[in-house]
């Protein structure tokens, strides 16, 4: 401290002047001083620095400290602006939602991301959730109970919608051997279509009634020619959106075979289709799903076993639980049917509750864009 203190009383202030003007007020305390080119330069003290100045322009003048201060507030804040910056960027990617995601795309619900979106408060391009990550997963769980799981996760500036369901039966191949079309199973409003086999006979916006050909099968139909031979096997989705009102009769109480929520998994060795090793069901009542790791052929395989735990749940149902469970059997028959991505249930509008004596009678209008298209033999 004394050596600075020191540095600082002697070599605070560096002065230029010209030789001419040192000469004739020659400082008393001066270090260093060199000459160059009719100027001199040297340091000096703080008293002496007073005594020069205002004496002549031609003086220059340099207080070391305030520079150094000037210098070392220059870093500080460069340092502290970096540090609030990174402690922003953090804060902004915990506590900011930027993207909401589904873990398996195949398992995509447009419904699903509505009733998440519905617990996320837009902030310009992001997002803020009002309910933790825990209280959402286990209402979407409340809410749609077929799945075997759901539940969601964060992962920084993303918010992860994590869906397991129980395997769907698998559409029968189609018979290429039938010849037919593809007709409306219900009125609509013709959105988009995507057609493997057959003519389009209807366009975009288009008004259609039940029954009425989508598709025809008939390659030559522009032409007027009817004969079979003609026609070929029509294929496609046909995207319209409908409107239907469906009545459910909601029990006061329901003894139904549930998830629970609850999941464990194990790993599991297997020859052929039989396990060597790998730990036991853990529930009476679940559905098991089997991922496999590794195998070779039929012969080997190395798997992840997930076990999803049903219990027989027995619920009691009021006018609002009512219309929740109805709703949810409405999406739920909409999953089954599902057999384009692009589908959705756009809105569920409750137009009536009716109590019975042991039941809720709850009457529902359904928004959807959805595949109408069915195929028809023709002989």
Not at 17 to 44: G, H
Request: proline share 3%; glycine share 4%; aromatic share 12%.
């Amino acid at each position: 401290m004394a050596k600075l203190k020191k540095l600082l009383l002697f070599k605070r202030f560096f002065i230029i002047m010209p030789k001419a003007l040192f000469l004739k007020k020659l400082p008393q305390i001066a270090r260093q001083v060199e000459v160059k080119d009719n100027q001199v330069s040297f340091w000096t003290n703080k008293k002496e620095a007073e005594r020069l100045k205002g004496i002549s322009e031609e003086i220059v003048i340099a207080d070391q400290l305030k520079i150094l201060s000037k210098w070392l507030f220059f870093k500080h804040t460069i340092g502290l602006f970096c540090i609030i910056f990174l402690a922003l960027l953090f804060i902004s990617s915990n506590f900011f939602i930027r993207e909401i995601v589904f873990a398996n795309e195949n398992y995509a619900s447009p419904e699903v991301y509505q009733a998440v979106r519905g617990h996320l408060k837009s902030l310009g391009p992001v997002y803020v959730l009002n309910t933790s990550v825990s209280e959402l997963s286990q209402t979407l769980r409340e809410t749609y109970s077929y799945y075997a799981w759901i539940g969601v996760t964060r992962k920084g500036g993303k918010l992860i919608i994590d869906i397991e369901k129980e395997d769907s039966p698998q559409h029968p191949e189609e018979d290429l051997t039938q010849k037919g079309d593809l007709v409306a199973s219900k009125e609509g409003i013709i959105k988009r279509f995507y057609v493997k086999r057959g003519v389009v006979l209807v366009f975009k916006d288009q008004a259609v009634k039940p029954n009425q050909v989508l598709v025809s099968g008939n390659l030559r139909f522009h032409n007027n020619e009817k004969s079979l031979e003609n026609y070929v096997r029509s294929s496609g989705v046909v995207i319209a959106k409908t409107l239907s009102v469906k009545t459910i009769e909601v029990p006061k109480e329901i003894i139904a075979e549930e998830y629970t929520g609850k999941v464990k998994s194990a790993f599991s060795l297997f020859i052929g289709t039989k396990p060597i090793f790998g730990s036991q069901n853990p529930f009476a009542l679940s559905y098991v799903k089997e991922h496999k790791l590794f195998h070779l052929g039929s012969f080997f395989s190395f798997s992840q076993v997930v076990f999803y735990e049903k219990d027989w749940i027995k619920n009691v149902h009021d006018a609002a639980s009512a219309i929740s469970y109805a709703q949810s059997q409405i999406i739920m028959a909409f999953e089954n049917k599902r057999t384009d991505a692009s589908e959705q249930l756009q809105n569920l509008h409750v137009l009536s509750v009716i109590e019975q004596s042991n039941s809720y009678s709850v009457k529902i209008l359904i928004q959807a864009e959805e595949n109408i298209a069915v195929f028809v033999k023709v002989y």
